[in-house]
């Protein structure tokens, strides 16, 4: 009987621990099931997030194709900025080509005498402008042997003051206009120089330093007062020296030609038939000048105007600018367009020298001068 009933005891404690382990494998169960619902709620939602994010920049890139589409079949503007409707406004056109026009070539000479060629104390003439070029006076003109409309001459210290040819012509407009204004009585006193002779003013100098300075020393102190062979302006044959004489009168001479009509005429208007004074310094040749010796290298005061031609000219009046800082400017601004009261009166751009002929583009209604500007390359000027 306690055997029996040791058996039925045994087996209503292993009923329970069947009953515990039923209900901790139920729990088990159904933790799992509970956690496997929270994990694949948790995937789906993280899927969801990615299809919408992948929906999303697909949606995005396809707009952006769609833009380009769009972009591709309107028509690309062409025209260049707007001017000013008045005044001069110069417009920086760089990221347009020339337009298509003809093929114009210029000679190696004809660049040379353009009027942009750079010469000053570190920037030498170019191998090929030797005096050998002028032996048979071509290219260069007597001034005083010349005469234009109503016989109309320049006065010259001698016949032995030259220009180049085209020099010579913008010379005879500009003095032709100034009398028509009243002034007469410019005397151009110097203009080409060979190296020859400018070899010949350098030793004079030199000469007269030598019992006080040697070497780099004489060179310096000698070109404080005389160019360098190679490197003074009176040898491009594109400059000279100005001033007004009447004959036999001693009072209109004497007067310091900075302080006559006659100069405030040319610095008003010589721009206008393409020249420029050549050498700025701080008070020369106006009172309010700015000094420019620290870009030309030369701190004298020099009556000096250089013919740059017309389009180039306007640029440096406008901007006040000497020649240096020109080439500069269209170095970093190599298309131009130059307007007057809303009309393109030039059109300027700069291409490299090859050191030979060049082909330029002219577009049509135009016409074109070119010239090196002796540090690498060719400024085209276009006059429409």
């Not at 400018?198 to 005389?226: A, C, D, P």
Request: glycine share 6%; charged share 25%; with cysteine.
């Amino acid at each position: 009987m306690a055997e029996d009933t040791k058996k039925k005891d045994a087996y209503v404690r292993l009923g329970h621990i069947l009953i515990v382990l039923l209900v901790f494998t139920a729990i088990a169960v159904i933790g799992f099931i509970y956690a496997r619902n929270t994990v694949d709620e948790q995937l789906a939602q993280a899927q969801a997030q990615r299809d919408k994010q992948n929906e999303e920049r697909i949606a995005m890139r396809e707009q952006w194709l769609a833009e380009q589409a769009a972009a591709q079949t309107q028509p690309v503007d062409e025209s260049w900025p707007q001017p000013e409707p008045t005044g001069w406004d110069i417009v920086d056109i760089s990221s347009f080509d020339v337009k298509n026009g003809s093929d114009q070539e210029f000679e190696r000479e004809e660049l040379e005498a353009g009027g942009l060629m750079l010469v000053n104390r570190w920037h030498y003439l170019p191998s090929d402008f030797t005096d050998e070029r002028f032996e048979n006076g071509e290219e260069l003109v007597s001034i005083m042997t010349q005469s234009g409309a109503d016989n109309f001459s320049i006065q010259t210290k001698d016949r032995s003051v030259r220009v180049l040819q085209p020099v010579y012509d913008h010379l005879l407009d500009m003095l032709q206009a100034a009398k028509e204004s009243g002034l007469d009585n410019y005397l151009i006193w110097e203009g080409f120089r060979t190296n020859a002779g400018q070899t010949e003013y350098f030793l004079k100098e030199q000469s007269k330093l030598e019992s006080r300075y040697t070497g780099e020393v004489l060179i310096e102190k000698t070109r404080e007062n005389v160019n360098v062979p190679g490197t003074s302006e009176y040898q491009t044959g594109l400059s000279f020296n100005i001033r007004r004489n009447k004959r036999g009168d001693s009072e209109f001479n004497s007067v310091k030609f900075t302080e006559t009509e006659h100069f405030s005429w040319l610095w008003n208007h010589s721009w206008e038939y393409g020249f420029v004074f050549r050498f700025p310094v701080s008070g020369y040749p106006t009172a309010t000048n700015a000094d420019k010796s620290w870009k030309t290298g030369e701190k004298k005061n020099l009556m000096i105007f250089r013919y740059v031609g017309e389009a180039a000219a306007a640029v440096m009046h406008q901007k006040d600018l000497c020649l240096e800082e020109f080439i500069e400017y269209v170095a970093a601004h190599p298309h131009l367009a130059v307007y007057q009261n809303g009309e393109l009166k030039y059109e300027i751009y700069r291409m490299a020298d090859t050191g030979g002929s060049v082909n330029v583009k002219v577009p049509a209604g135009a016409e074109a001068e070119a010239s090196i500007d002796n540090m690498g390359g060719v400024i085209v000027s276009l006059y429409y």
